[in-house]
Nanobody, 125 residues
């Protein structure tokens, strides 16, 4: 059984930084793993893929966060982190960690089966 537990959300002013962490268990080495975000009122199907590792181990980023966010993974600690710098008000959302096998062109699509409970990020201007 896959378990995903996010932490690290909070409130910050624009230009600030936050680091999210996802502790995972039960995943397969071939899984894609990444971070998604949902703005208020959005459904899971509308979630935006922020950053994710494909099953080839390569990091993928949404254009909106390139150069500001960095995804990293520590297999020895079973953690998936998202370092978020130069945060903007439009980055405010509930952030979710997700894991599943995926096709390469689906790595940032919210079609994953396994999701955590989420952690909220609020960026004020």
């Amino acid at each position: 059984q896959v378990r995903l537990l996010e932490s690290g959300g909070g409130s910050v002013q624009a230009g600030g930084s936050l680091r999210l962490s996802c502790r995972y268990s039960g995943t397969m080495p071939s899984y894609c793993m990444g971070w998604f975000r949902q703005a208020p009122g959005q459904s899971r199907e509308q979630a935006e893929g922020v950053a994710a590792f494909g099953n080839d181990g390569r990091a993928n980023y949404a254009d909106s966060v390139k150069g500001r966010f960095t995804i990293s993974r520590d297999n020895s600690k079973n953690t998936l982190d998202l370092q978020m710098d130069n945060l903007k008000p439009e980055d405010s959302a509930m952030y979710y960690c997700a894991a599943d096998w995926c096709w390469p062109d689906m790595v940032l699509k919210p079609t994953y089966t396994n999701w955590g409970q989420g952690t909220r990020v609020t960026v004020s201007s």
